[in-house]
């Protein structure tokens, strides 16, 4: 887990699986810098988080946005990537505009952001890139996600070598329930995610909180690298 005095910096760190690991961290000790599009949610969810917080706007997309986040940090020990933009697309009704925007976010992005961050990671330093399970087992409407999702494991096998002794490792959640896309799915959504659940061996969805401790063991552990980390209660066998 981050030690006391880390900095970690959470981009998606404003709301839902994000905002989760910050809040985990700063309960160990660790200063964190939560980062989202809008700084008044920034402002809101380290104002949450209390004195171990700040915060700052970063848009993936608005790739001088990212420099300029980096620029006015001195030491990254973490940088954790759950930034999502949900893009809900079919190919029979596609929207080219709205998945262009979410792959350049999710891919790019990702990689200007710790391509701004060089220079800054300690000796110890760990990346953690989120994908999603929507690469292998679609859901209705993600088109877009799909792709972007598998695009992550390819961004990280590629940054582990390039960015040594820096670790980069990617975390794959299953459907998370306690997250409001999924609490707050439509009925098409709702019935899949059901139907998933059934069918894991425990019949149980990952939490939260398991994807918090997932993540914190590839912070942890030196012997992880360019690792895919499943966390999906088996949802992948079904």
Same mark, same amino acid.
């Given at each position: ?8 910096? #959470? ?5 839902? !699986?994000? !905002? ?7 309960? *160990?000790?660790?200063? %964190? ?32 946005? @990212? ?15 759950? &930034? ?19 792959? !350049?976010?999710?891919? %790019?992005?990702?990689? %200007? &952001? ?14 953690? *890139? ?6 292998? @087992? ?14 992550? @494991?390819?961004?990280?096998?590629? !940054? ?5 002794? #820096? ?7 299953? #459907? %998370? ?18 139907? *998933? ?7 149980? *969805? ?5 994807? #918090?401790? &997932? ?24």
């Amino acid at each position: 887990m981050p030690e006391k005095g880390d900095h970690v910096v #959470v981009i998606g760190g404003t709301s839902g !699986l994000g !905002l989760d690991i910050a809040r985990a961290c700063t309960e *160990l000790g660790a200063h %964190v810098t939560v980062a989202g599009r809008d700084i008044t949610r920034a402002r809101a969810a380290a104002a949450d988080l209390g004195d171990l917080a700040s915060h700052n706007s970063c848009d993936l997309t608005d790739f001088g946005s @990212i420099e300029r986040f980096f620029a006015g940090i001195d030491v990254v020990d973490h940088q954790i990537l759950t &930034a999502l933009d949900r893009d809900f697309n079919s190919i029979n009704d596609f929207r080219a505009d709205d998945s262009a925007s979410t792959m !350049l976010m999710k891919t %790019v992005g990702y990689a %200007v &952001a710790v391509h701004a961050a060089l220079g800054k990671f300690s000796d110890r330093a760990s990346v953690v *890139l989120f994908s999603g399970l929507s690469m292998w @087992i679609p859901m209705p409407g993600s088109t877009t996600i799909s792709m972007a999702n598998a695009g992550v @494991i390819g961004l990280m096998n590629s !940054l582990a070598t390039q960015i040594a002794p #820096v670790r980069v490792n990617a975390i794959t959640p299953g #459907v %998370v329930v306690g997250t409001n896309a999924v609490d707050d799915a439509d009925p098409v959504r709702a019935e899949t995610y059901e139907r *998933l659940r059934q069918r894991t061996p425990g019949k149980r *969805l990952p939490t939260p909180q398991d994807i #918090v401790s &997932a993540t914190f063991a590839l912070t942890d552990n030196p012997g992880i690298n360019a690792a895919n980390l499943v966390v999906d209660a088996g949802m992948h066998l079904a």
